[in-house]
Antibody, heavy 122, light 110 residues
Framework: QVQLQESGPGLVKPSQTLSLTCTVS??????????WNWIRQHTGKGLEWIGY???????YYNPTLKSRLTISVDTSKNQFSLKLISVTAADTAVYSC??????????????WGQGTLVTVSS | QTVVTQEPSLTVSPGGTVTLTCASS?????????PNWFQQKPGQPPRALIY???NKHSWTPARFSGSLLGGKAALTLSGVQPEDEADYYC??????????FGGGTKLTVL
């Protein structure tokens, strides 16, 4: 059973760095072909795809966040992480991690974490 | 900036049929956008329902189906149940790299 669990501070001060980790269990994060995504959801709003890191090491970021964003992986801990610099109140949201992959039928998202609320406030 | 558009809200009667759609600002949605559909209930993470236009996950109820309709991706619920009341999101793949979610449809079963 694949499971994902987000962790990190629930409160970050404006202009500081938001750092979150997603711990994956039930599958090796380096097995492929999977990509490991971050998604966020502002309160009462829709889903926003943030970016991913794939088992190949490739990363791709939402163009609107690219200048502030880094996604990395720690295969020894079976975790991947998000760092978002220079945060503002607009970055307050529930942050979730999720897996996507591909097979002969195409591309799919399947497993999601429960999500963690991050509030940006002084 | 690429925008994916869904109906903001729809209402359906129990036992009825409803179709939700997903449009891209770049033009017609085709199989090459690998449309995915998700259901989200309050306080829960999204649950994947459909991938690559019309493929179901092992846990997807049979009453959910996906298709392409008039240049859009579509999710059809047949024989709607009260527990289907939720927010539904589509996601499109752009060029095997970027993923973009639609704004979501709030489905009311009434």
């Amino acid at each position: 059973q694949v499971q994902l669990q987000e962790s990190g501070p629930g409160l970050v001060k404006p202009s500081q760095t938001l750092s979150l980790t997603c711990t994956v269990s039930g599958v090796s994060i380096s097995s492929g072909p999977y990509c490991w995504n971050w998604i966020r959801q502002h309160t009462g709003k829709g889903l926003e795809w943030i970016g991913y890191i794939c088992s190949s090491g490739n990363t791709y970021y939402n163009p609107t966040l690219k200048s502030r964003l880094t996604i990395s992986v720690d295969t020894s801990k079976n975790q991947f992480s998000l760092k978002l610099i220079s945060v503002t109140a607009a970055d307050t949201a529930v942050y979730s991690c999720a897996r996507d992959g591909g097979d002969s039928s195409g591309y799919y998202f399947d497993y999601w974490g429960q999500g963690t609320l991050v509030t940006v406030s002084s | 900036q690429t925008v994916v558009t869904q109906e903001p809200s729809l209402t359906v009667s129990p036992g009825g049929t409803v179709t939700l759609t997903c449009a891209s600002s770049t033009g017609a949605v085709t199989r090459g956008y690998y449309p995915n559909w998700f259901q989200q209930k309050p306080g829960q993470p999204p649950r994947a329902l459909i991938y690559s236009t019309n493929n179901k996950h092992s846990w997807t109820p049979a009453r959910f189906s996906g298709s392409l309709l008039g240049g859009k991706a579509a999710l059809t619920l047949s024989g709607v149940q009260p527990e289907d009341e939720a927010d539904y999101y589509c996601l499109l793949y752009y060029g095997y790299s970027q993923r973009v979610f639609g704004g979501g449809t709030k489905l009311t079963v009434l």
